[in-house]
């Protein structure tokens, strides 16, 4: 073999180390751009389940808590209705007692 082809075919694989070397750096390039892709679709997809995740705790809490309000409502109506019963039959007792003493003086 001829010193002018050992060269050419040095100089051949010079060229095909380059081109694998550019290969190489461009797949890695595409990889970590997928990879940030990727990355940014799961904090979005994360985020957004959160947000659902959370909206479903509230609205769960937001009921629970009228249930409570009702609940007291109703037993406070109940106690005021107890309250406005007892006290007319007093004030009834009390005008009868001063109607009482009024006509026996």
Do not use: F, H, P, Y
Request: hydrophobic fraction near 40%; charge should be negative; aromatic fraction near 0%.
């Amino acid at each position: 073999m001829g010193m002018g082809k050992v060269l050419q075919s040095i100089k051949k694989a010079e060229m095909a180390a380059e081109q694998t070397l550019a290969d190489a750096q461009a797949e890695s390039n595409k990889i970590l751009s997928d990879a940030r892709r990727d990355a940014s679709d799961l904090i979005t997809q994360t985020t957004e389940e959160a947000q659902t995740s959370i909206q479903t705790i509230l609205d769960s809490a937001r009921e629970s808590a009228m249930k409570n309000v009702k609940a007291v409502q109703k037993d406070w109506g109940k106690a005021v209705s107890s309250v406005t019963t007892d006290a007319t039959k007093n004030q009834d007792a009390a005008v009868d007692l001063i109607v009482e003493k009024l006509l026996n003086q």
